[in-house]
Each structure stands twice: as structure tokens, then as C-alpha cells.
């Protein structure tokens, strides 16, 4: 099999790779009945909840700090995912797409104010050459405070877009009239980054986790916080118990605690803040008894919820169980009130 060869941008100009890429076994969806395989670079996968097939996530990001998604993208999950070839990501440095000596990509914004705002011009010819070489459709996002939250549903959704390019945002913004070759505008949240690189690196790591091959245990996904419209329930391993000291002894086993040699406190405190607690694993986890593990999981889950996140439950899809242990929690809770 010939390995497919692809070309990285980067500050200090182009370079060739060639990723070593074996065939995969062919997988089925379960949820569509679809058959999907990787050869070379290339693979179709189905997402849950889309009746099509698209080509492995290609990702184009373009920002003015290569270095900064880069480093990240070297490790981890992703890293081991671009080294198979299931993802193919290139980093594009913007300022390889100026045209003056100094490469400058910002200017003073039209009408006075502070900061600089990023020159149209070199934003077009980024994506003029991505999509020359891509030969791809392209569905652009624009990192900004401005867009759209990004949710788990929303990264599912875009694992179903063939290819996908993020523009990073930098200093007051972009000219506004980028936004003409923009298909959308995301936002991780209600606050202000020094620039659309960590949003970009988020955008990435939510929706390639949809990916067939990217993250070993695909049920793990289909399980994750937010996937049904409910946080997850707690997660526990070995050992069954463990000592933790804590200023909050007031619950469970409680044994008094070891001298601390060394503390700058001294003998200051009560003896209830130096109490150290003996933090046991659930009994029905140890159980083996896989119907009560799957319906104490459940009703965690909820419980959660309704406590941390309530306005997850009013769009969650649950279960006739579910619901019934919902009505009990919330009546539970209510007789508390």
C-alpha cells in the first residue's frame, strides 16, 4: 500500500509528511448498520444520528501561533490519531499568506479605538490555497466571543462535516468582512481569551472524539457527560477505601490523624480539621451484581444533574426507568424543601 503523502504549513515554510498508515478491519455502526473502513489517509465513518458517510475529519487551522496548537496536537489522544492518519490536521501560519516584507497580518481599526484588527486580505488567500489543495468543500468557523455555544451536540454534528477549517481569532478581531467566506461562529463560553487558538484546540479535541478510531472505547463516548442530556455518574477504582484527611469528618468512618511533622500551622486548628476520614468505593459497585451497578449509575447520573445542571433535564432523552427515578428524586427533593 502506498501511504498517503500530505504537505505541512508551517512558520518556517512547507515540509512533505508521509504518515505510516495501515489498512483497518472494517467496523459496523451500530446504530446505522453501516460499514466503514480506513485505507491510507482516508476513511469513512458514520456518525450516530446522520444517515451519510464522510471522508476522516480533515482539520485546517490558521493562526498567527502555529506553536501554540502545534505542541498540544503532538500528544495524547489526538497525537496518536494524526500519527495513524485517522485525522489530518495541518496548521497554517497566517503570516505565510502575506504579501509585504515585514509580513504584517493586522492594521489600525477604520474609525479610531485600541487595538489592531486582522487584515482581510490574507485571511482569503489562506483559504483560497486550502481549498486549491484540499479540493474539498469547506466549512469554516470563526472562533469568537460572538458565536454560537459550542455543545456536545453541536461537536457531534460538525463529526459529520468532511472537512472543517478554524480561523483564530487575534487581538480587537477580525475585519468584519471574513465573515462573508465564515459558514458559522463558535464560542467555548461567556468570557474573553486572548485569542482563538485554546478555542480552536477545544473545537478539535470535542468533535474528534466522534470519530471512528480516534478514541479507543467508542462506548465510553456514546456514555460521556452531555451525550443523552445528562452529566456522568461517579466513577470509582481500586483501592476500595483510602484515608483523606478533610476539614468535613462529619460523615462515614473518621480516625484520628497522623501528627503533621512540619506544618507551619502547628497545633492551630480544631481537632475536627485534622480528622481524617476513610473514603470507601459504593458497596453496589462491589457487588457484581451488573442490574443494580447499571441502575445505581442511572440514578447518579440524574441526581447529578438535577443537582448540578436542571436545565440539562428539560431536552435529556431518558428512559421510562429514568423518568420514574427522576419523579423520585425530585419528590425526595421537594419533601427536603
Given at each position: 500500500?502506498?501511504?498517503?503523502?500530505?504537505?505541512?504549513?508551517?512558520?518556517?515554510?512547507s515540509?512533505r509528511?508521509?504518515?505510516?498508515?495501515?489498512?483497518?478491519?472494517?467496523?459496523?455502526?451500530?446504530?446505522?448498520?453501516?460499514?466503514?473502513?480506513?485505507?491510507?489517509?482516508?476513511s469513512?465513518a458514520?456518525?450516530?444520528?446522520?444517515?451519510r458517510?464522510?471522508?476522516?475529519?480533515t482539520?485546517?487551522?490558521?493562526?498567527?501561533?502555529p506553536?501554540?496548537?502545534?505542541?498540544?496536537l503532538?500528544?495524547?489522544?489526538?497525537g496518536?490519531?494524526?500519527?495513524?492518519?485517522?485525522?489530518?490536521?495541518k496548521?497554517?501560519?497566517?503570516?505565510?499568506?502575506?504579501?509585504?516584507?515585514?509580513?504584517?497580518?493586522?492594521?489600525?481599526?477604520?474609525?479610531?479605538?485600541p487595538?489592531?484588527?486582522?487584515?482581510?486580505?490574507?485571511?482569503?488567500?489562506?483559504?483560497?490555497?486550502?481549498?486549491?489543495?484540499?479540493?474539498?468543500p469547506?466549512?469554516?468557523?470563526?472562533?469568537?466571543p460572538q458565536?454560537?455555544?459550542?455543545?456536545?451536540?453541536?461537536?457531534q454534528?460538525?463529526?459529520?462535516?468532511?472537512?472543517i477549517v478554524?480561523?483564530?481569532?487575534?487581538?480587537?478581531?477580525?475585519?468584519d468582512?471574513?465573515?462573508?467566506?465564515?459558514?458559522?461562529e463558535?464560542?467555548?463560553?461567556?468570557?474573553?481569551?486572548?485569542?482563538?487558538?485554546?478555542?480552536?484546540?477545544?473545537?478539535?479535541?470535542?468533535?474528534?472524539?466522534?470519530?471512528?478510531?480516534?478514541?479507543?472505547?467508542?462506548?465510553?463516548?456514546?456514555?460521556?457527560?452531555?451525550?443523552?442530556?445528562?452529566?456522568?455518574?461517579?466513577?470509582?477504582t481500586?483501592?476500595?477505601e483510602i484515608?483523606?484527611r478533610?476539614?468535613?469528618?462529619d460523615?462515614?468512618?473518621?480516625?484520628?490523624?497522623k501528627?503533621?511533622?512540619?506544618?507551619?500551622?502547628?497545633?492551630?486548628?480544631?481537632?475536627?480539621?485534622?480528622?481524617e476520614?476513610?473514603?470507601?468505593?459504593p458497596?453496589?459497585?462491589?457487588?457484581?451484581n451488573?442490574?443494580?451497578?447499571?441502575?445505581?449509575?442511572?440514578?447518579?447520573a440524574?441526581?447529578?444533574?438535577?443537582?448540578?445542571?436542571?436545565?440539562?433535564?428539560?431536552?435529556?432523552?431518558?428512559?421510562?426507568?429514568?423518568?420514574q427515578?427522576?419523579?423520585?428524586l425530585k419528590?425526595?427533593?421537594?419533601?427536603?424543601?
Amino acid at each position: 500500500m502506498t501511504p498517503a503523502v500530505s504537505e505541512r504549513v508551517t512558520s518556517a515554510g512547507s515540509e512533505r509528511v508521509t504518515p505510516v498508515v495501515s489498512e483497518r478491519d472494517v467496523g459496523q455502526n451500530r446504530e446505522t448498520g453501516a460499514d466503514w473502513k480506513v485505507r491510507s489517509a482516508v476513511s469513512v465513518a458514520v456518525v450516530s444520528g446522520f444517515n451519510r458517510t464522510v471522508a476522516t475529519m480533515t482539520f485546517d487551522i490558521v493562526t498567527i501561533f502555529p506553536s501554540m496548537i502545534e505542541q498540544p496536537l503532538a500528544a495524547g489522544v489526538l497525537g496518536r490519531a494524526i500519527e495513524r492518519g485517522t485525522l489530518d490536521v495541518k496548521v497554517r501560519d497566517l503570516r505565510d499568506f502575506t504579501t509585504d516584507r515585514h509580513r504584517v497580518v493586522d492594521d489600525v481599526p477604520y474609525g479610531g479605538g485600541p487595538g489592531m484588527v486582522l487584515k482581510p486580505e490574507p485571511i482569503f488567500r489562506a483559504l483560497d490555497a486550502i481549498e486549491a489543495e484540499r479540493g474539498t468543500p469547506l466549512t469554516v468557523i470563526l472562533t469568537s466571543p460572538q458565536g454560537m455555544r459550542f455543545t456536545q451536540v453541536e461537536a457531534q454534528r460538525l463529526s459529520g462535516v468532511e472537512h472543517i477549517v478554524i480561523l483564530c481569532g487575534r487581538y480587537e478581531g477580525f475585519d468584519d468582512r471574513v465573515r462573508e467566506r465564515v459558514t458559522q461562529e463558535l464560542s467555548i463560553g461567556d468570557y474573553v481569551l486572548t485569542g482563538g487558538e485554546l478555542p480552536a484546540l477545544v473545537v478539535l479535541d470535542a468533535v474528534a472524539r466522534f470519530v471512528p478510531g480516534v478514541v479507543g472505547d467508542e462506548q465510553s463516548v456514546a456514555a460521556d457527560s452531555f451525550s443523552r442530556g445528562l452529566l456522568d455518574f461517579p466513577q470509582f477504582t481500586r483501592p476500595a477505601e483510602i484515608a483523606c484527611r478533610s476539614s468535613s469528618a462529619d460523615e462515614g468512618d473518621v480516625r484520628p490523624a497522623k501528627p503533621d511533622v512540619g506544618s507551619a500551622r502547628g497545633d492551630v486548628g480544631s481537632a475536627k480539621a485534622l480528622a481524617e476520614r476513610v473514603l470507601k468505593v459504593p458497596d453496589v459497585l462491589l457487588s457484581g451484581n451488573h442490574a443494580e451497578i447499571r441502575r445505581w449509575r442511572k440514578r447518579e447520573a440524574l441526581s447529578r444533574t438535577l443537582d448540578r445542571r436542571p436545565d440539562l433535564l428539560d431536552d435529556a432523552s431518558l428512559d421510562e426507568e429514568e423518568v420514574q427515578m427522576l419523579r423520585e428524586l425530585k419528590g425526595a427533593r421537594h419533601g427536603r424543601d
